[in-house]
């Protein structure tokens, strides 16, 4: 091999970390308070929308940005029922909200 050509493989395989973190999606990390009031809907509503195993930004109604912080939450014309939990209030990010179309009760 031509020293030129292992000098260039060495210098790529050497950037191949650095380009891997440059492309791969950015890790999401709800906060606990996040967590606490996605796990108080679920325990409400969890059945009736899905929601299974531990809160992440993927449940349906769930869009969080690039940080993993919750910014809106469509959880309208589901037919749910019941109290919104006070935990909502945790949702520090949460730029939308959408309930319509729901019987819930109480304040946020």
Excluded at 39 to 64: F, H, I, Y
Excluded at 77 to 83: C, E, F, I, K, P
């Amino acid at each position: 091999m031509h020293p030129n050509m292992r000098q260039f493989t060495f210098v790529a395989l050497a950037a191949l970390p650095l380009l891997l973190l440059a492309f791969a999606p950015h890790a999401q990390a709800l906060d606990a308070g996040e967590i606490e009031a996605l796990k108080d809907m679920q325990a409400e509503w969890g059945r009736q929308l899905g929601w299974t195993g531990a809160p992440n930004c993927s449940w349906t109604g769930v869009t969080c940005n690039s940080a993993g912080h919750v910014v809106e939450l469509n959880l309208s014309l589901n037919q749910l029922s019941g109290s919104i939990p006070d935990s909502i209030g945790n949702l520090q990010s949460l730029l939308f909200l959408y309930l319509s179309g729901n019987q819930l009760s109480g304040s946020i």
